[in-house]
């Protein structure tokens, strides 16, 4: 079992940073791959980055590359989202998850445990 509390959101100017944080329970940690989603209103949850946990492979959804980065720090079970040179179009609830599998880690049915969200607001 994998229990995560994401932590960071908030409200920020275009242009601004913020590190979302997710804190995992579990011994196991360091065996799951993770991964960052966010939803905004009235859209689906979307891939944003996600770190496998075999070879420790970084992917980033197109809307994020080159903004976001993704890290992870398995001696303090915590993972990372820093966001830099935010936008308004990525206000949203953030949420981490964890995976047991290291493959198709775009897909949110790939991932057993998630956390219950952080929001993100970013204005104009």
């Known amino acids: 079992q994998v229990h995560l509390v994401e932590s960071g959101g908030g409200l920020v100017q275009a242009g601004g940073s913020l590190r979302l944080s997710c804190a995992a329970s579990g011994r196991t940690f360091s065996s799951h791959s993770v991964g960052w989603f966010r939803q905004a209103p009235g859209k689906e949850r979307e891939f944003v980055a996600f770190?496998?946990?075999?070879?420790?492979?970084?992917y980033y959804s197109d809307s994020v590359k080159g903004r976001f980065t993704i890290s992870r720090d398995n001696a303090k079970n915590t993972m990372y989202l820093q966001m830099n040179s935010l936008m308004p179009e990525d206000t949203a609830v953030y949420y981490c998850?964890?995976?047991?599998?290291?493959?198709?880690?775009?897909?949110?049915?790939?991932?057993?445990?998630w956390g219950q969200g952080t929001q993100v607001t970013v204005s104009s």
């Open positions: 998850a964890a995976a047991a599998t290291w493959s198709n880690l775009v897909y949110d049915y790939s991932y057993d445990y």
């Open positions: 770190i496998s946990w075999k070879y420790g492979v970084t």
